[in-house]
């Protein structure tokens, strides 16, 4: 039976994925600094043992052979999911493949020294080389997913969301934002006049601080049992759905951004934590994308680690840990912090999506050709500008080689992020209609309703649909703009 | 080229073995509770890859052709190697390692549940049942490597030690122990009553513990950039050359079992550190077998760690880490001290090789079917009472269902452990010869001639020759008891 040997290829995948995942998070907490060559070589040869049996030619006949299979519901889901791996892994030539993955890690390299210098000049062949590949790339996806090319290099991150659906919702977005933001700036400006800020800075040992994040990790939902919290230089979640493995890294001064950090990779960490397992070995039983996936980080992060409510349970728990007192006034005006900056991964949750969508603006024209790399520099100032007030035309290291994202070929990932928290306030929404009295329940460190909504409106259903019909089922509409405007006004209004 | 072919085969064994030892140190140290069942599939099937491009039908054809390649001469060492591998993997079908392999894994649960019960006839039918496949694997073996069936036993861990050889040498050194544990004994009451011995007991937190093994770790000459120290249940070394991972458990009542247990694992990771990087992917570029790798374990953990020269530089550097002061005096006792007892790995050093030259003679015994398994507990009793003067007769979890080794079809392993303990008296005398002032050294902490020999001697051959070769060549003789029963007259005599 054709399915059986996809059901069976599909256990050996995993295995090498496992193998992946764990050696991947091992080496930013774990490795030994000199085992990093030998691991990138065995990670190496892995992934090409991987990519191998990934697109073997007679998995073709195995997916064909298998529709005229009688199987059952969840394995014709299953199956649709396998051809839709199979698909967008073997539509390149492994020509092109190989050549991509040269030009892309040089202009990585090439990143990471170039940035430092602000050398945009140095830095712009190879970006060009890069962003030349990502045009025929799209071009070469388009045509076998019979789709637009910028929708076909997001549907590698993001099956079933399309720029027609989300242009509009961003412009929406985006004219909210240029009104809003020097709005919550001023409110936030008069707070401080009348009540100025008590700095974070105190002493808080790493180690006490860890206890605390394992306690909040808990009282949220992360099965410690079937995870762990590490150091690491970049926070990450990683690891396999049995054994996640999230970071954080600590600064003794301050607890609230490795706190915060640690609630975001909680989030991924209970998506993954929850998938069925019966379907692990399965593309069906994976995650459906980083925009759900980022939604489900944002969800714990924005809409309960921010929540004013979540600080009436937090803050005798920092205090046990910490042994620091702090008062819900004291502590707000940080977790609500708004500030304009050049950084993306910097800003606060009203000037994020700003960063996101001058990205998302600008890799569309980038892909279809209409703006060139050579002209980035001033498009990027200008949006800039535009949006923030701030300009970026002697600072390219902030501008556009600002992220990794672009260097390493990642094209159509960035809307991901801003997709992400407007999914989060929309669930956030669906459980309030549902249950309008859950702040109580926070206040009081209960989160069981709001895991058992996710759980069975988000995490059962890994990939059997899409995103926007995930959405659809889960707040009985796709992606809508105004409750994520709606509770940027609650939090940051006036 | 055919031993191109090799050569690339080899890299991507290595990797798969890279996954493997890395998940395995993972599993003992860092792995969530509930990770363990995914964990365990995962390395089944990536062992379950590793096997079938290992025995791939091909590699015999690569190995006859290279064989007639013009190859420099390590390519010829490196291929003579590869045969060895490929027919000591492949000279059993199939069928037979799937039926033994899940009659081990059934004997070895088993022993877990009954051992604790001293449940011996309960154990016996499936002890049986493994040494029953044991006898044909050693006939089937013999017959491939024309050798008897036991040698073909130990020659899967110790190429080219055979029991002709090895049987007089026990038998010399066991007529010695005979009259020395009493001697030994008596010496050490002697002692005992005229200076009482000051107890061992004390605060001393595992973080400290873990600070002072790091430090000893480091003197010794273990390289803290590819390797590391880490806790599990039981002690072991494991991943890969470029990155050891050590552990040791810790009782925060006593320092020296911890630390001398973290010496024992340096000597292991030391050899692994050490072996010519440029082999790594080759059969021959690994570690001899088990019982060099024991020799270098014992010799760090006897020959330098229970040296009392070692605890003059020794000494000061406990104080400095745990804040105690000891004196070689309060110390040395508890260093050297020796007891009969029925747990061989609980056992000292001069009485250990008793444990383990009884294993070895009934093992053979077994093998050659001149000694069935229903009649072993009366045996293991008589040799027990003759050699130490102890009773196994009603406690058989203390006699043959003492150690995992037989459950788990591991015949012709014990030898190792004896074998590895005399080698490294032996390399010890080897170095005292050309530098007879070397206690000098240790004393001030100085290991680098030590290392240089070992060096030079031992790892830097990784496989190129057996191990008596490699004794002949570093010590200018084969395996000779005299010196072992040299160093324990010398540390433990009148």
């Known amino acids: 039976m054709s399915f059986a040997k996809l059901d069976e290829l599909g256990r050996k995948l995993e295995a090498l994925e496992h193998a992946l995942a764990i050696l991947g998070a091992d080496e930013a907490t774990h490795m030994a600094v000199g085992g990093g060559e030998k691991r990138a070589e065995a990670m190496a040869a892995l992934a090409g043992m991987h990519h191998a049996r990934a697109t073997a030619p007679e998995i073709a006949d ?21 051809r839709r791996h199979y698909t967008n892994l073997t539509c390149l030539p492994v020509e092109f493949v190989e050549r991509q993955t040269t030009t892309r890690l040089r202009c990585e390299q090439l990143w990471r020294d170039l940035r430092a210098k602000n050398d945009w000049s140095g830095f712009l062949p190879a970006l060009e080389g890069v962003v030349a590949l990502v ?65 974070l800075s105190g ?28 150091v690491s230089h970049h926070p990450f979640c990683g690891g396999v759905p049995t054994d996640v493995r999230i970071t954080t890294r600590y600064r003794t001064t301050e607890f609230l ?123 990027w100032d200008a949006k800039m500008r535009d949006t923030l007030g701030l300009s970026t035309i002697d600072t390219p290291q902030d501008g556009p080689m600002q992220d990794v994202h672009w260097p390493s070929g990642a094209f159509g990932y960035f809307p991901s992020y801003t997709l992400g928290a407007m999914m989060a306030a929309q669930q956030w929404a669906a459980i309030i209609r549902l249950n309008p009295g859950i702040d109580g329940d926070i206040a009081k460190g209960r989160f069981d309703m709001v895991t058992d909504w996710r759980h069975d409106n988000i995490w059962s259903l890994a990939s059997s649909r899409s995103t926007p019909e995930i959405m659809k089922l889960a707040t009985g509409e796709t992606l809508n703009a105004r409750y994520f405007t709606g509770h940027l006004t609650q939090r940051y209004g006036a």
Chains 1, 2 share one sequence.
């Not at 609500?336 to 999506?353: F, K």
């Open 257 to 379: 951004s490795a706190l915060m950090g640690v609630l975001h990779e909680t989030g991924h960490a209970m998506y993954e934590q929850n998938l069925p397992q019966k379907w692990a070995h399965w593309p069906l039983g994976k995650a459906r994308g980083m925009a759900m996936h980022e939604s489900q980080s944002l969800f714990v992060e924005k809409q309960l680690g921010r929540n004013p409510a979540f600080w009436d349970w937090a803050l005798p728990l920092v205090e046990q840990h910490l042994g620091e007192k702090w008062s819900k006034a004291d502590i707000l005006p940080h977790v609500h912090h708004v500030a304009r900056g050049l950084i993306r991964v910097d800003a606060d949750e009203v000037t994020y999506p700003l960063h996101v969508i001058l990205r998302y603006e600008l890799e569309q024209e980038l892909v279809a050709g209409r703006l060139s790399v050579s002209d980035l520099p001033e498009a």
């Open 203 to 230: 002493t808080y040992p790493v180690e006490r601080q860890r206890e605390l994040g394992l306690a909040m990790m808990a009282a949220v939902g992360f099965d410690l049992t079937r995870g762990s919290l590490s």
């Open 62 to 82: 195995w997916i064909e052979a298998a529709e005229n299979e009688a199987l059952d519901e969840e394995q014709q889901v299953a199956l649709r999911e396998f």
């Open 135 to 199: 045009r025929e790339e799209a071009a070469m996806r388009a045509e076998v997913l019979h789709l637009d090319p910028y929708d076909a290099l997001m549907e590698q991150f993001d099956p079933g969301h399309r720029a027609a659906d989300i242009t509009p919702v961003f412009a929406e977005l985006k004219a909210f934002l240029r009104g809003f933001v020097p709005q919550a700036l001023a409110v936030q400006e008069e707070r401080l006049a009348k009540t100025p800020l008590r700095p």
